[in-house]
Structure formats: structure tokens, C-alpha cells
């Protein structure tokens, strides 16, 4: 007899409690424990089904190693610097940064930990002396910087539409006869207005509602020092003038997919709704970001090497020369270098 597929589970979920909430649809759709996007193979990179920075190259790392340096040394270079990388994948920030050879990481000070949810994407993680790979519920304190790079767009969302009557809640029910899962409208939500939404959406319009972003940022703010979430998104008032453009899939490096058709075949993201979060420290593009940590410096640097190396066109100076394009990638204002940077830091000054 042939396993029962998420899609019949969920099915059976409906059938026996009613319509479900879509951050409940979404969890299951990405992390089910047996066949969620995540579980069955889904990940970042030029071979998985979508490009994050770390993937872009080793730039990136590069950056934010610099920025844990200064991180370190603006907390007097403790003996001990913890930093955890949520939403780690398969390893490839932690790479670039080990790859980069910080001076906390040459002092022996640093401790990475690379917090994933799926057993497959820490099975790839890489092995380092001062390298741990740990699933969310296994984290320990103290911690110093708490990091995430596109985590916060992957986490369950919910959805509110505009009626006549105030928002209601959008659940997933049952599929209809061509297998996709449908939509009904639910209870009437409270707090929506205090989004200060209301006026800008007309009646039909939705936009996402993102409880465990929020409460993510909350936990976090309160264990470590120094929170940093790289993402995209937009404040709510625009993300409601994209009508459902905010909600993205991707599978195979292509978008587009049926998110109700077939859960766990793709990605389900909804860009970052930044005023539902508490309010940060300080908030900017990515492009400025990595500015601040000294991306052109390590540019500048490549290029020398490559003007220096191009005859000779060994590893160093080809690595040397792709820094320019890797700039180039993380730092365009209509891509990457559009994304912002959120950092919540503490009275200490971590």
C-alpha cells in the first residue's frame, strides 16, 4: 500500500477539524518531517532551487566576517564569542566566514553555530574544531550576535483580506476536483487595523501576517546581544500594493509554482512585512551594509591582485577577479543590494 503523501494528510486534517490556518499549511508545506520542501531535498544554491547571498560566492562571507571582527573588538575581545546563524542550509555562510580567516576565528575566541531545521541541510554542514550544526530546539546560551540571512521570509505566515466587514483570517480547505487546495475566509482578526493599513487596502485586498517572524525577533532580542536579519520585504502599506505579489515559490531556480497545488513540491516565501517587527536599531539596504563593513575595501584588494596576477591566471587571481562581480550581484539596488538589514543591539553595545 503506497504511503500516504502530505497532500492526502493535510486532506484528512481538513476534513476532521475544518479549514486550517495558512501558517499551519505553509509549516507543513516546507518543514514536515517526512515530506516538507526542506526534508525531501529543497536548498539554496547554483544546483539547488534558489540563490541566496552566501551562494553568490565567497564575498559575501568575507563581509561578514569583517563585521564579526568589529562586533568582537567593539566587546573588548572576549575569550569567548558566540555567534548562532539561523536558518544556516547547508553550511555555505559558515564556510565563506571559516574561508576568510576572521582574527576571532584565528584567536580561538569564536564559536559558529549554524542552527538548521532540516536533517539533510545539517547533514551538509561543514566540520570545524569551532563549528556546531544543531536544530533550533537544541541552541544553548550565552550567545553574542544572533544572524539570519533570508530566514525570516521563510517562516509560516498567515494571510488577512480586507471585507466589508473588517479582515478576516484566509484558511486552506479542502482540494476541489483538480487537486489544489482552496481558500476560505475566516474569522474576524483583530489588531490588523493598528498596521494602520486599512485606508490603503481596498476591499479584496490581502496581505500577510507574520506572528512568528515577529515573535522570532522577540526570543532572539532577548538571548543575544546583537540581532542581525538580512531579508526582503517591504513595510505593510506596500506590500499591500502588490496585491499577491508578496507571496513568492520557488523550485529548480524558477518561481511561479502553485503554492496550494502540491505542498512540499516548492518554496513558499512572503517578503518581510518590517513594521509588524519591533522596531530595530538601526535599518538599511544591504548594499549599504555591506559598505559599512568594508566590501569595497575587499574589492579594491581583489582587483589589485587580479591587475597584479592576470598573466600568470592561477586560482588566486581568478578568485581575486570574481569579487567584482560578486559585488556587483550583492549589491544591486534592484536585487540583493536591495534587501534590507535589520539590527536590534542592546544598552551594553554588543
Known amino acids: 500500500m503506497p504511503a500516504e503523501s502530505l497532500a492526502d494528510r493535510l486532506d484528512r486534517e481538513i476534513a476532521r477539524s475544518g479549514p486550517m ?32 547571498a552566501p551562494e553568490v560566492g565567497p564575498l559575501f562571507g568575507a563581509v561578514v566576517a569583517r563585521a564579526i571582527d568589529a562586533w568582537w573588538a567593539a566587546a573588548g575581545r572576549p575569550p569567548s564569542f558566540v555567534v548562532e546563524e539561523w536558518g544556516a542550509g ?8 571559516v574561508a576568510a580567516a576572521p582574527e576571532v576565528l584565528a584567536s580561538g575566541a569564536l564559536r559558529w553555530v549554524a542552527v538548521e531545521r532540516a536533517v539533510a541541510q545539517r547533514a551538509l554542514h561543514p566540520e570545524h574544531p569551532q563549528l556546531a550544526s544543531v536544530a533550533p530546539g ?8 544572533i544572524l539570519a540571512n533570508e530566514l525570516l521570509d521563510n517562516l509560516a505566515f498567515d494571510i488577512a483580506e480586507r471585507t466589508s466587514t ?28 493598528a498596521l494602520a493599513v486599512a485606508a490603503a487596502v481596498p476591499v479584496g485586498g490581502r496581505i500577510p501576517v507574520q506572528t512568528e517572524a515577529r515573535r522570532w525577533v522577540e ?15 517591504a513595510d505593510t502599506v506596500e506590500l499591500a500594493a502588490r496585491g499577491d505579489g508578496w507571496l513568492r515559490t520557488h523550485h529548480g531556480h524558477e518561481g511561479g509554482s502553485d503554492w496550494l497545488a502540491d505542498p512540499g513540491t516548492c518554496d513558499i516565501t512572503a517578503d518581510v512585512a518590517f513594521d509588524q517587527l519591533p522596531a530595530p536599531t538601526d535599518r538599511r ?66
Open 21 to 52: 490556518p495558512v501558517a499551519a499549511f505553509v509549516e507543513a508545506a516546507l518543514y514536515d518531517e517526512d515530506a516538507g520542501f526542506y526534508a525531501t531535498g529543497g536548498r539554496a544554491g547554483r544546483r539547488g532551487d534558489f540563490l541566496t
Open 90 to 97: 547547508p553550511g555555505t555562510l559558515a564556510r565563506a566566514v
Open 138 to 145: 537544541n541552541v544553548t546560551d550565552p550567545v553574542d550576535v
Open 166 to 193: 473588517g479582515w478576516r483570517s484566509v484558511r486552506i480547505g479542502a482540494r476541489d476536483a483538480s487537486g489544489r487546495f482552496t481558500e476560505r475566509l475566516g474569522e474576524i482578526l483583530d489588531g490588523v487595523e
Open 219 to 233: 526570543r532572539s532580542a532577548a538571548r543575544a546581544g546583537r540581532v542581525v536579519v538580512l531579508d526582503y520585504g
Open 285 to 350: 539596504t544591504q548594499a549599504a551594509w555591506l559598505a559599512v563593513h568594508g566590501i569595497d575595501t575587499l574589492v579594491d584588494e581583489g582587483r589589485r591582485i587580479w591587475e597584479a596576477s592576470a598573466a600568470v591566471g592561477d586560482l588566486a587571481a581568478l578568485k581575486a577577479r570574481s569579487r567584482v562581480r560578486e559585488a556587483e550581484a550583492l549589491t544591486d539596488p534592484a536585487g540583493m543590494g536591495g534587501f534590507e538589514v535589520l539590527e536590534w543591539i542592546d544598552s551594553t553595545g554588543k
